[in-house]
Antibody, heavy 119, light 111 residues
Framework: EVQLVQSGAEVKKPGESLKISCKGSGYNFTNYWIGWVRQKPGKGLEWMGI????????RYSPSFHGQVTISADKSISAAYLQWSSLKASDTAMYYCARHVSLIAEAAPWGQGTLVTVSS | QSVLTQPPSVSGAPGQRVTISCTGSSSNIETTYNVHWYQQLPGTVPRLLICDNINRPSGVPDRFSGSKSGASASLAITGLRAEDEADYYC???????????FGGGTKLTVL
């Protein structure tokens, strides 16, 4: 079964750093891109960026470029989303999802990682 | 403001047919880029409903169908059921932005 399993919920303070993960199984990890999507409480889906684990080619949404870093470690079939200095406005659910190409659909999705940033 | 425009809400009675539109531009839908649709039931992970404009992944009921014409795409749901009440999102690729784009989402209410 193809699965993306994300790391657990996080509670952080403003200014702290964070790295969340998305681990793929059931398929050849390097044959698919991994995208990241933000969903703030009660709001819609926002595409953040995407990475090709084969060569770490990464594209960012203009809204998130410079705000987050997306990386991957193909040796352990994992992709990551990290922040160097969190803000309260980063409080959201974050999903990873698999794409066969940059223009293709996203499926499956990870279960989501809830990040809460509060002082 | 999303690059793809969807109506914020639609509603219909059980058994009826509803459509949700997704309007883009020449840098996304109007070119060769496909449109994909997702359903997000309350409190759950988004689920792929339609890919490549018209294709249903296995397990998706044939009550759901997609179409695309020019700079717009549509999701149609026939034989509405209470369990269809959810948020629906369209997605494509934009060559000007160089990345994936989502519509703002449409909340479907089954009356």
């Amino acid at each position: 079964e193809v699965q993306l399993v994300q790391s657990g919920a996080e509670v952080k303070k403003p200014g702290e750093s964070l790295k969340i993960s998305c681990k793929g199984s059931g398929y050849n990890f390097t044959n698919y891109w991994i995208g990241w999507v933000r969903q703030k409480p009660g709001k819609g889906l926002e595409w953040m960026g995407i990475i090709d684990p084969r060569d770490s080619d990464t594209r960012y949404s203009p809204s998130f470029h410079g705000q987050v870093t997306i990386s991957a470690d193909k040796s352990i079939s994992a992709a990551y989303l990290q922040w160097s200095s969190l803000k309260a406005s980063d409080t959201a659910m974050y999903y990873c999802a698999r794409h066969v190409s940059l223009i293709a659909e996203a499926a499956p999705w990870g279960q989501g990682t809830l990040v809460t940033v509060s002082s | 403001q999303s690059v793809l425009t969807q109506p914020p809400s639609v509603s219909g009675a059980p058994g009826q047919r509803v459509t949700i539109s997704c309007t883009g531009s020449s840098s996304n839908i109007e070119t060769t880029y496909n449109v994909h649709w997702y359903q997000q039931l309350p409190g759950t992970v988004p689920r792929l409903l339609i890919c490549d404009n018209i294709n249903r992944p296995s397990g998706v009921p044939d009550r759901f169908s997609g179409s695309k014409s020019g700079a717009s795409a549509s999701l149609a749901i026939t034989g509405l059921r209470a369990e269809d009440e959810a948020d629906y999102y369209c997605q494509s690729y934009d060559s000007s932005l160089g990345g994936v784009i989502f519509g703002g989402g449409t909340k479907l209410t089954v009356l």
